[in-house]
């Protein structure tokens, strides 16, 4: 299945999910003859992978449709456009009703079948929607992986069986399934093999994992600490990371390879969305504040300078000015290095969407505030301390002045660092000299550290 060359251009929107779905799409689209262009007038296909998590993420949808449909009929109607990822999922139907410039519409467990579908389209023939869940079997279908750069993700774990009150994912995504563990491992062995330094093994709920072990290992399945050790021995990857994880899936082995394993970053994303019982109760998180400080004690306990992230959601219905202290409470007891938060957003067919006591958008927008302006000292206060050390750095890609290069520091700080040309795809030794609360510059010291020198140093 080849042919003569033609322009791909995927817009990606949402979480890292939604980054490796594209990749994937790359992949398939691949030995049709797509190649990546880098502007969509220039593509035959123009691909959106889109997000449906909060009202602004799905309305950028169609906006970005009324754009590339005048772009398609200025292109004189070659251009095909497709529609991937979660708002494909959740409202395919209306998109093809409300946006006649779509070609096809794909869900994210049916991205394997996109080459059949733009036979179809070309022949004018059959369905213009795949929106079935069926992960196995987008996994088999899938080709080899090729990579982009010196890190990548590898999606191990896809869905979501917690149904917290405010979220669509496991709507979007489908029940909760886990990749084995052989499939895995030779998804990283070709990385690895491509130069890939640093594999992020991704997941809606990464450390519920629970898949089949090697073959050749007698035990039942296995959990996502043995699957961090079993990536880690592979050649040539020199640092492991996993996001995101949940705070009830975070188990003792799990928090045992953050003191056993060195390649392990020392970083944890681990959302807890409220400080309050009342409302983690109402958002059916099922743990309350102290269980979720509990953990972090332990974390702390195994890997002491460990860089701990969060995602917030204020305003969710029912939240109190003494609820939203409490979330503040929180964020003060632990000290994060980084942190997402959000103004909860009413998601049509979930259950909070339908729950009284909204809040007012003013009161969201007052207590946005005041947790960001919290949770952006804390970074920089986290981010300060790090100057004057000398911390591997891995480099991914250019800066945005010419000879800088940008990469990270094992607690996940973006760094750069002037002369980097020739550092790119590698891991050299930075001392940190400034830091902001959003990154660090640097300065070369040594052109090559490994992952163990990243423990030592961390744990000085
Ligand atoms: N699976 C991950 C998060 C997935 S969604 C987890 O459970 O932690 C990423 C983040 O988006 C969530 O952590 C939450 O903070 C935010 N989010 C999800 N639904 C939202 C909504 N309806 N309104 C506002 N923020 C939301
Ligand atoms: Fe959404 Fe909760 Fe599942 Fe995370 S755990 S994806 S927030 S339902
Ligand atoms: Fe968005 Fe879907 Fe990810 S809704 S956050 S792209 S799982």
């Not at 449906?52 to 005048?70: M, P, Q, V, Y």
């Not at 979660?86 to 779509?102: F, T």
């Not at 909070?352 to 946005?368: H, I, N, P, Y």
């Amino acid at each position: 299945m080849s042919g003569a060359p033609k322009g791909l251009y995927i817009k990606t929107y949402g979480c890292q999910m939604n980054v490796y779905d594209s990749e994937r799409m790359r992949d398939v689209l691949k030995p049709l003859g797509y190649a990546p262009v880098n502007a969509p007038e220039a593509a035959d296909l123009v691909v959106l992978n889109t997000c449906h998590i909060r009202e602004k993420a799905t309305e950028k949808t169609f906006s970005e449709l009324g754009k590339l449909k005048r772009m398609k009929e200025a292109g004189g109607g070659r251009m095909r456009i497709a529609v991937a990822g979660c708002v494909a999922q959740a409202e395919g139907d209306e998109i093809l009703r409300r946006q006649p410039a779509v070609d096809l519409v794909v869900g994210p467990q049916s991205y394997h079948r996109l080459p059949e579908m733009i036979a179809r389209i070309a022949r004018e023939t059959g369905d213009r929607l795949e929106t079935d869940f069926a992960a196995e079997e987008k996994f088999d279908a899938l080709p080899a992986r090729a990579s982009d750069g010196p890190s990548a993700f590898i999606s191990v774990q896809e869905g979501c069986d917690k149904f917290c009150t405010f979220c669509v994912v496991p709507y979007t995504r489908g029940a909760e399934f886990s990749r084995a563990a052989d499939a895995i491992a030779a998804e990283a062995r070709q990385l690895a093999r491509q130069g890939v330094k640093e594999i992020v093994l991704i997941g809606q709920n990464v450390n519920a994992w629970h898949g089949a072990p090697p073959s050749g290992d007698a035990g039942r399945g296995w959990g996502l600490g043995q699957l961090i050790r079993h990536i880690a021995r592979i050649g040539g990857v020199e640092r492991v990371r996993y996001t995101t994880s949940h705070p009830l899936d975070m188990d003792d082995d799990l928090i045992a390879t953050h003191a056993e394993v060195d390649q392990l970053a020392p970083f944890l994303h681990l959302p807890v969305q409220s400080g309050s019982d009342r409302i983690l109760k109402a958002m059916n998180r099922r743990h309350s504040a102290a269980e979720y400080l509990r953990i972090i004690e332990q974390v702390r306990a195994a890997r002491p300078d460990i860089a701990l992230a969060s995602d917030f959601i204020v305003g969710f219905p029912g939240e109190s000015e003494r609820d939203f202290e409490a979330t503040l409470d929180l964020v003060r007891e632990v000290r994060f290095s980084q942190a997402y938060a959000f103004k909860y957003s009413r998601r049509p067919g979930t259950p909070a969407a339908g729950m009284d006591l909204q809040v007012d958008e003013a009161v969201k927008e007052e207590r946005l505030a005041r947790l960001l302006d919290l949770l952006q000292r804390q970074a920089q206060t986290f981010n300060d301390a790090t100057v004057g050390r000398r911390l591997p750095v891995l480099f991914t890609r250019a800066g945005k002045h010419s000879d800088q290069a940008l990469g990270y520091s094992p607690y996940m700080q973006p760094v750069h660092v002037d002369n980097g040309a020739g550092l790119i795809g590698r891991i050299a030794e930075a001392e940190i000299v400034a830091a902001t609360m959003s990154s660090l510059t640097g300065r070369i010291v040594k052109e090559s550290g490994t992952a163990a020198d990243a423990a030592s140093e961390a744990v000085a």
